[in-house]
Each structure stands twice: as structure tokens, then as C-alpha cells.
């Protein structure tokens, strides 16, 4: 029994499961004829036992249950399938790579290149150049396995990016223009809801085009997935700034580290690199709110352990205390071309603050030393672990485009590579839970208070026990999907 929309097939299995589909060629566009997968008779991959996907695996978004949990969620199994709906001969790809730089995009798109050439024998991918306004605005790229054989040494994306540019009507004219029939999109929440619309009207034009995402955030911050790439990279990265903060700082008496990372809504960054790096005091992220004056705030804190230690490293993501930062600043309702607001330099006004603060006391003199490598950790090669996740990803992509998938995002799911719907993706952000026991080890790494104010700890008293948790750090989503599958099921 399948409940359908466009983006979305309800499947009930018969063990009480419930399969959250992706569209398929099959949904709408009727008798297309299939073909051999070109691997079954290559000899390379005779000797890989169950290399194939059965149709039927699926992945559970949950791994840990209590016994009177509801049916579970699943996902479609990522991988090649016995039989694919293109000949090679006939398939004419692109890939486009959208909004803010990323470690491990080179590498996506080398391993779509190389996946489709080795793999399929496919010979005509073009890159999309500077990102969505490219299709109908820039010149294409013509890519093959030699053009793209040594870029995943480096940073950055050779077919170049940008935010916005999205027009949905003059990107699909383009790609029936040029004879498109896979797109490959590689971008963040914002790019995948781009394009899930394209899928839109690629489904509506009645169109054999493939929509195909890769998501890409070092933020961390795309729900359902256990991460994205880059994002180790970015973590490894930010412990160049961290270590220089941590010798900065114990150099001198009552000398003062702060380093701030990206995370506009999610402190993932923050939260996995100061765990990483032992040195870190205090973090501050976006989901845990702080506060600066009285006993039990910041700057109680710091004087604390300035007495103990003689010297302290903080890190701050990039969204944390912006809801300070409006009331002793002009509020800025400014947005980037994607639609993100702008956000005020909360590195620079916390240090400001600490400076001024210790001033006014006119107790203990310090010494405080302000870093922010925010580019420089998304503008790097990804590393040994990211070069692996991206060429996985790529792959699953390739084999979902040739099996006849369209309207999906790649991703990884418990460990198993999946099919996931975009509006599953672009529903809401992935935060770190402060409920949660990943960030009750940072608070045992660093020693830091909650820094919540007397109202806030009564609430959070207040607060019923949250749902079994998929993942440690944020990927809470067991309840939500569930809701979201029964609410499906009713329209």
C-alpha cells in the first residue's frame, strides 16, 4: 500500500516497517524499458559477492528502541541495482556545485565523473559553472576522468559556485535544451531545496532528467543523516586555530584564547572540535544560551578559572549569544544572496566584552588574544576520512541515477548509504541537543557551568524526558518522523 505524492511514497511492509520512498522513473512515466546493469559482465566486479542491492533493503532510522516503540522508519538502500534505465550511450549528465565552499566538493564531483566513465561507460558529463545561474548564464565545462584526475588535492570546487541565481523555469529550459538527462547537485539545505523545486518541474514537464543531490555542509547541521562532508576536515582544521589559542594563552599570566568557528544555527563545529582538542575551558554554541554579568555567568566563570589555571581558551561558534549581541548592538535585518541572515561578529564583541569587563574590575590584568580561521577551515582538501565518505556518496549517487531514482539526496543513515527524499533534508535543521549526552561529555571535558539563568534551569526541570535519541549529538528524530509519516498518511 504506497500513500503518493511528488516527493514523497508512503510504503507500509508487511513486518510493520514504514519506507520512506523516493520518486522513481516508474511513477510517471509509464512502460520505459530496462537494461542489464553494464557491471553484471564486467570482469572486475565478478569476484565482489552481493555487490548488487536488492530492492527490497532498506535502512532504519532508528538503531536504538524501546520495546513498546512504534513501527519504525526506513530508508531505501543506497547501491547498484541488476537492472538500470539508461544505456550508457545515451546518458548526457551534469553537475553543478552551489552556495559556500566546502572540503571534499572536488572530490564529489571526480567521483561522479569516474563513477559514470568506469563504471557506466558514460562519456558526456559537462560541468555547470558558478553555480545554479550557470545553466543559463555561464559556459559549461566538458569534465572527464583525465580533467579531473588530481583535482581532490585541492580545496574549493573547479566548476566554482554561488549563492542564489536560482530561476526554476530557465534552469529546466536549459537542461531539455542541452539534452540533460542526470543532474547532479551538490549544495546545503538552501541548494536542495532548489533542488527538489527543479525535480518539481522536471516531474511536471513530464521529463526522463534525473535530480540527483549530494548535501554538503561543514556545519553539520542537515537532519536525518549521521553528517555531511567536510565536516571532519573542518573539525581537524579548527584544531590549528585551537592549539595556537591554547599556546597564545598559557604563555602568559592570565592570558585569554578565543577562537571562533562557523555554526550559524548548530554548534557542531565547535562542540566536536573542542572535544577533539582537550585544551578548550568553555564553548559556547547557538543551541546553549549564556550570560555574561552576576554570579554563574561567563565572566564569573573566567575569573574562576583564570585564579586556577592562570590562562583559559574559549570557543564560541559563530551563532552563539546573538541574542546579546541585540541588545547592546544595532539589530541588522540584512540577508546573504541565499537567504541566511546576516549575523553580527560575535568573536569580536565577546572579546570585547571580556576586555572591558576586567577593566571596569580593575582586579587582574589580562591578556587576550582574538582568532578567527573561519574560512580557512572550509577552504581546505578534505582529509583522508572525507575523501572516502564523498566518493561513497558520489557512487551511491551515480548507481541511483542509473537504477531510475530521481528527486533524492544521498546520505549516510546508521552507517548505510540511503535514498533520502529531499523534503526530508530541507524539513528543518539538525542542532545539537543539549539534553542530550554527547553535550553532557563536553561539559565534563571542559568543566564549564550551563551557564543557564535560574528561569532557564526551572524549565528545563520542567521539561519531559525527550525521545530515545538515533544519534549522539543532535540527530533526534525518531518522534518527528514518525509524526511526519502519519501526517503524510492522512493527506
Not at 35 to 42: I, K, T
Not at 315 to 335: C, F, P, R
Not at 336 to 362: E, M, P, T
Not at 403 to 426: E, M, Q
Request: hydrophobic share 35%; proline share 4%; with cysteine.
Amino acid at each position: 500500500m504506497a500513500s503518493l505524492d511528488s516527493q514523497m511514497k508512503i510504503v507500509h511492509g508487511e513486518a510493520g516497517y514504514v519506507l520512506e520512498d523516493v520518486p522513481h522513473f516508474a511513477d510517471y512515466i509509464p512502460s520505459l524499458p530496462t537494461y542489464p546493469n553494464p557491471l553484471r559482465s564486467n570482469p572486475a566486479y565478478s569476484v565482489v559477492k552481493q555487490y548488487f542491492v536488492d530492492e527490497d533493503d532498506t535502512v532504519p532510522q532508528k538503531v536504538v528502541v524501546h520495546k513498546s516503540s512504534p513501527r519504525g522508519v526506513h530508508f531505501r538502500r543506497a547501491g547498484p541495482r541488476q537492472k538500470v534505465y539508461f544505456k550508457s550511450d545515451d546518458v548526457h549528465a551534469c553537475i553543478v556545485t552551489c552556495g559556500g565552499l566546502c572540503p571534499g566538493l572536488n572530490t564529489v564531483i571526480r567521483e561522479i565523473v569516474c563513477g559514470l566513465s568506469y563504471m557506466y561507460g558514460v562519456n558526456k558529463i559537462l560541468g555547470i559553472d558558478g553555480g545554479y545561474r550557470g545553466f543559463y548564464s555561464k559556459n559549461t565545462i566538458t569534465l572527464t576522468p583525465k580533467v579531473v584526475n588530481d583535482i581532490h588535492k585541492r580545496g574549493g570546487t573547479i566548476l566554482g559556485t554561488s549563492r542564489g541565481g536560482h530561476d526554476t523555469n530557465k534552469i529546466v529550459d536549459s537542461i531539455q535544451d542541452r539534452g540533460i538527462n542526470q543532474v547532479y547537485i551538490i549544495g546545503g539545505d538552501g541548494t536542495q531545496r532548489g533542488a527538489s523545486v527543479i525535480y518539481e518541474e522536471v516531474r511536471r514537464r513530464g521529463l526522463k532528467v534525473v535530480i540527483a543531490g549530494i548535501p554538503k555542509t561543514i556545519d553539520n547541521d542537515i537532519p536525518v543523516i549521521d553528517k555531511s562532508f567536510g565536516f571532519d576536515t573542518a573539525v581537524e582544521e579548527a584544531q590549528r586555530a585551537i592549539n595556537a589559542a591554547h599556546v597564545e594563552a598559557e604563555s602568559v599570566e592570565n592570558g585569554i584564547g578565543v577562537v571562533k568557528l562557523m555554526g550559524r544555527y548548530s554548534g557542531f563545529i565547535a562542540m566536536y572540535a573542542t572535544l577533539a582538542s582537550r585544551d578548550v575551558d568553555c564553548c559556547l554554541i547557538p543551541e546553549s544560551p549564556f550570560y555574561l554579568e552576576g554570579k554563574g555567568g561567563l565572566f564569573d566563570f573566567i575569573e574562576k578559572r583564570l585564579k586556577e589555571s592562570g590562562h583559559m581558551v574559549i570557543v564560541i561558534a559563530e551563532g552563539a549569544g546573538q541574542d546579546l549581541l541585540t541588545e547592546s548592538m544595532q539589530a541588522t535585518n540584512q540577508k546573504d544572496a541565499s537567504g541566511n541572515k546576516l549575523l553580527q561578529d560575535v568573536g569580536l564583541w565577546i572579546s570585547q566584552r571580556i576586555k572591558d569587563h576586567f577593566a571596569r574590575q580593575n582586579k587582574m590584568a589580562i591578556n587576550l588574544k582574538y582568532i578567527d580561521p573561519t574560512y580557512m577551515i572550509r577552504a581546505i582538501p578534505s582529509n583522508a576520512s572525507d575523501n572516502v565518505y564523498c566518493t561513497l556518496l558520489a557512487q551511491s549517487a551515480v548507481h541511483g541515477a542509473m537504477a531510475g531514482y530521481t528527486g533524492f539526496t544521498v546520505g549516510l543513515v546508521n552507517g548505510r548509504h540511503t535514498y533520502i527524499p529531499f523534503n526530508r533534508i530541507t524539513e528543518k535543521q539538525n542542532k545539537v541537543v543539549i539534553t542530550d549526552r554527547m553535550w553532557a561529555r563536553l561539559l565534563s571535558s571542559t568543566n564549564q557551568p550551563s551557564f543557564l539563568n535560574p528561569k532557564q534551569v526551572n524549565e528545563a526541570k520542567k521539561e519531559k524526558k525527550p525521545p530515545t535519541q538515533l544519534l549522539d549529538g543532535g540527530n533526534s528524530k525518531d518522534e518527528q518522523s514518525e509524526n511526519h509519516v502519519d501526517n503524510n498518511i492522512k493527506k
